[in-house]
Each structure stands twice: as structure tokens, then as C-alpha cells.
């Protein structure tokens, strides 16, 4: 398995994404958001997806952001039909113009429609922690493959969450979780590496564990929702996420066909001032963190981590010791940069 500094990534990406028909500024902001998933450890949402995003744009299911349509405004609020754009820009886009409503109207929200894949979803939210407000996106999207809780059939995607708030002295906190068991790139990592599931990810038809992570591809498996056995709480979730991201976006809830293809998401961004002056806010959020890290650890245990502490920590390691990437992930990076006729660096 390489180690890539994370700079030769950035520059070789964005001559990938160039080379596919995205022009220069998006492709440096997609590429980005790859990469910076790399380096805070989410490898399922990082340069693994460069080849189909390249490939898609090449063949036209991906577009350039521009093409897209805005089909209900108000004041506060957008639906926005994404016209097959190229998700990541995009959502930075819908979180900027949700956090621009909400410092005029206390509440902004921005809801997207046939968006193409965006990404880690952990990278928005602060957006609005960064301008005083608290952050929020999810997503009725990530292919459905996740069983209901007592169920053993694919029936919702992974509909995943994240929330930002800012804190007083530290880095906003950053919650980006998804309400299967594990985000289904996860599953790609683990084939990537040659490695098995954990019992309690998979089932298959009969409710039997599946280990055999080049079974999930198939669609003869589901996953099963977070908590596993006990998932009814991350089941109960993945239903409300399904129907506001799902419902207010116009994409459709999760149906056998929904109504314009599921995957929308619906960013919103609350103006803390509205309610109470931010610097007390991060006041109240830090004493918050204060005490939970107080807390004696278990065994095995060094420390109390709060959300998004772990992902601050691998990012400044790994921009040090460089990017781990599968054998097979970067075989698949070298092959799409020969179609397009972009020079990889020599490791």
C-alpha cells in the first residue's frame, strides 16, 4: 500500500478532474474535499472516488456545476434541481446560500435535487460554525441498501447526518455520521484491502452475518441499521432523515421508484445571535466539552474525544506521514489519469 503526501494528491487530482471537462476552480474544490477526507480518515469518501467521478464526467452523468435550476424560493429557503452537477461544489454552494438566509432570517435552508455524489458530508456543516451559526445536512441518499430494523431486505440508503456547532477556543464541533452500520465506501475500503466485514454489518436473506465484503456489491446482502441487533434508534432516524431530506427536496422518499430518483439532501443553517449572543453560545458549548472530557476513562481508553477531535488528529498526522491508499485504489487512479492522458508523479 503507497504512502502519497497529500500535496502530490491535490495536484494530481485536480489534473484528473480537469482533463474529465471540470474546469479549474471546481475541480481544485472537489479534489480538495477529497484529500481533506483522506487526511481526517474517511477513507471511504476520499481519492477512492476519483475514477468514477472522472468517468462520469467523461461520459455526461456527471455536469459542471452551472447547469443547475432553482424551482421554489423564498426569502429563507431554495429548491434547487442540480441537473446532474457535480455534488461536492455544489453543496458547498447550498451550505454557503443556506448560512447567507440565515443571517438575514434567523433560518436558512437549502434543499437539492439530482445532485451528483457529495461526498463526506462532515465538510459542510462547519461552514456555518465558522459564521456563527450551527450547521446542518442530511442526506435520503448512498444507494439503498440498508435493511429497516427487523428486516432482512434493502430498503433505505445509509441516509446520513452531520451537524457543526463552533466552540469557544477550539475547532467547531463536527458530528458526520450515517444511520446503517457503516457508509457503504466503507465496505469498498475493506474489499480494496483484502479484508472481512465485522459480524453485525451484513445480513443476508435468512438473517444470516455476512463477512464477505465483495458480497455487498451483489445486492443479495443488506445492511443492517446503526445500533446493528439493537438498531431500532439508527432505524427510527434513517426514517425522519428519508423524509425531510428526502420529502422537502422534491428527490422522493425512499421508494421501489422514487419520485425523481431519491438522494436529495437539505443543508440548513440557524444564526445563533438570533437566540443568544454567540460568544456566550461558545461559551456554554466549551464548558460542555470541559466537562464530558472530564470524565474517567474505561481500559483501553487514553482520553474522552468529543466529535470531530479524531478526524483533527488524523489530519495533522497524515499530513506529516502522507496519505495510506490502497494498492488497488491507486492501480485505479493511474489507469483513469492514463485515459485522459494526465502524467502520474513517479512515488
Known sequence: ???????????????????????????????????????????????????????????????????????????????VDANKSFGIVLAYEAMRQAVARAQQHTFGGVAVHRSGHIGRLGAFP?????????????????????????????RLPPNPIAISVPVEGMPPLM?????SVAAGGKVDVQLARGLSLPEG?????EGNPVTDPARFRSGDVA???????????????????????????????????????????????????????????????RALVDWVKSSPTMPGHKKIYVPGEIEEETRQRRIQDGLPIEDTTWEQITAVA??????????
Open 1 to 79: 500500500m503507497p504512502t502519497i503526501p497529500h500535496t502530490t494528491m491535490l495536484t494530481l487530482g485536480r489534473a484528473i478532474l480537469e482533463a474529465a471537462g471540470l474546469p479549474g476552480d471546481q475541480a481544485e474544490i472537489a479534489i480538495g474535499h477529497l484529500v481533506e477526507s483522506n487526511l481526517m480518515g474517511h477513507d471511504s469518501h476520499g481519492v477512492i472516488r476519483l475514477p468514477g467521478y472522472a468517468r462520469s464526467l467523461v461520459a455526461g452523468d456527471l455536469l459542471p456545476v452551472g447547469n443547475q435550476r432553482i424551482v421554489r424560493e423564498t426569502p429563507a429557503s431554495l429548491v
Open 126 to 154: 462547519p461552514l456555518a460554525a465558522e459564521q456563527d451559526c450551527i450547521g446542518v445536512i442530511m442526506l435520503n441518499g448512498g444507494a439503498r441498501f440498508t435493511a429497516p430494523y427487523g428486516g432482512v431486505a434493502r
Open 175 to 179: 458530528l458526520d455520521i450515517t444511520t
Open 201 to 205: 454489518w451484513l445480513v443476508d436473506a
Open 223 to 285: 445492511m443492517l441499521p446503526l445500533g446493528g441487533p439493537f438498531g431500532y434508534k439508527g432505524y427510527g432516524l434513517a426514517m425522519m432523515i428519508d423524509a425531510i431530506a428526502g420529502g422537502l427536496s422534491w428527490a422522493g422518499c425512499s421508494a421501489d421508484r422514487p419520485t425523481r430518483g431519491g438522494s436529495g439532501y437539505f443543508a440548513l443553517a440557524i444564526k445563533i445571535e438570533s437566540f443568544i449572543d454567540p460568544a456566550e453560545y461558545k461559551a456554554e458549548t
Open 338 to 347: 492514463a485515459e485522459l492522458g494526465v502524467a502520474v508523479p513517479t512515488l
